[in-house]
């Protein structure tokens, strides 16, 4: 098929006519939006209200909420490990007006331990926009059980085994890869009773329906300054400076390590300015005085780094989890 030099060049001045026209109707249309955030936005939570990701979303919303000029309002969606939440963050608009309170359990966690059985992709369907903080967990006991180091856990389990409960706020959690990395790494025989969520585990824990469960710092040390609990170890690399003579979960089964972490994320798609203008409130917040001083108080450290940052760590915890589940043929869903 001939072309004729003299359509071909007619047809190029016409694309680019339409080219310049086109740049000028896109600024002026974007000139004419409205600002963002011009209405609230919304939070989407994956666990109950009054668990540690409740707390650290609420305390987020305000603060983002006041540098945005619109609400940031916390909506707890539980069910599903928190899947649920993560569902439905990644089937929104990406108009900047929904964010994910993500945690290791729907997004680096799921992608192995619930492969098939996830409606979204978190690689492909939510954008990391920061993460918030890390912070380790605590081995924490029912007094009833006896026990009142990790050690004395360790020998009572192995001469009971199948007796003892252990509880954790999910079982596609970092709290109960954890409890599976336990009854792996420490040869015991243990029963997994997993929850719907922190605040559910605690009640049971406290109410005697399971002996031990891995809890976060802000919701398990009053109870153990009350006496209502007692703590066994950290699941961190090092001690935590809220406790600092409670030993590492670690200094007993070398290797052990489970932090767990909460970061923000959008629906893909997301207009890169908003997601730039949150991660950079959020970084402010944390860095102020007053918010590292109660994430310490939280036994958290706040991090605040940037998407591309984000998106590595989460690439790198995926392959990680992934791996250990493959290699200690966990069946967690």
Do not use: C
């Not at 893909?268 to 997601?275: H, L, R």
């Amino acid at each position: 098929m001939q072309f004729d030099p003299t359509a071909r060049r007619r047809f190029v001045r016409l694309l680019g006519a339409s080219a310049l026209a086109l740049g000028a109707v896109v600024p002026a249309v974007w000139a004419q939006a409205p600002a963002w955030p011009d209405k609230p936005l919304k939070l989407l939570v994956g666990f109950p209200a009054g668990g540690a990701s409740d707390l650290m979303a609420r305390l987020v919303a305000d603060r983002l909420g006041a540098a945005l000029g619109q609400p940031v309002v916390v909506d707890n969606r539980p069910g599903a490990a928190g899947t649920l939440a993560a569902s439905l963050a990644a089937k929104a608009a990406p108009d900047g007006y929904t964010l994910l309170l993500a945690s290791p359990t729907a997004i680096t966690l799921a992608p192995t331990t619930m492969a098939g059985k996830l409606s979204y992709d978190p690689v492909r369907d939510l954008a990391p926009i920061t993460m918030v903080n890390r912070y380790p967990l605590i081995l924490v006991a029912n007094p009833q059980l006896g026990v009142k180091t990790f050690p004395e856990f360790l020998a009572k389990a192995r001469a009971q085994p199948g007796k003892i409960n252990f509880g954790s706020f999910g079982a596609n959690t970092s709290g109960g890869l954890a409890t599976e990395m336990i009854k792996l790494m420490g040869k015991v025989d243990v029963l997994h009773v997993p929850f719907n969520g922190g605040a559910p585990a605690t009640q049971a824990l406290l109410g005697g329906t399971v002996d031990l469960s891995f809890d976060t710092v802000v919701t398990a040390l009053g109870n153990v300054k009350a006496g209502k609990l007692v703590p066994l170890a950290v699941s961190g690399a090092k001690r935590t400076t809220l406790a600092p003579d409670l030993p590492t979960v670690a200094e007993t089964l070398p290797g052990f390590e489970a932090d767990s972490w909460t970061g923000l994320m959008a629906p893909a798609g997301t207009p890169p300015a908003a997601v730039a203008r949150i991660q950079s409130e959020v970084a402010k917040m944390l860095a102020s005085p007053e918010i590292r001083e109660r994430f310490a108080g939280m036994g958290a450290e706040g991090v605040g780094n940037r998407p591309e940052e984000f998106a590595a760590y989460l690439r790198e915890e995926t392959a990680r989890y992934a791996k250990l589940v493959r290699e200690a043929n966990l069946k967690l869903d």
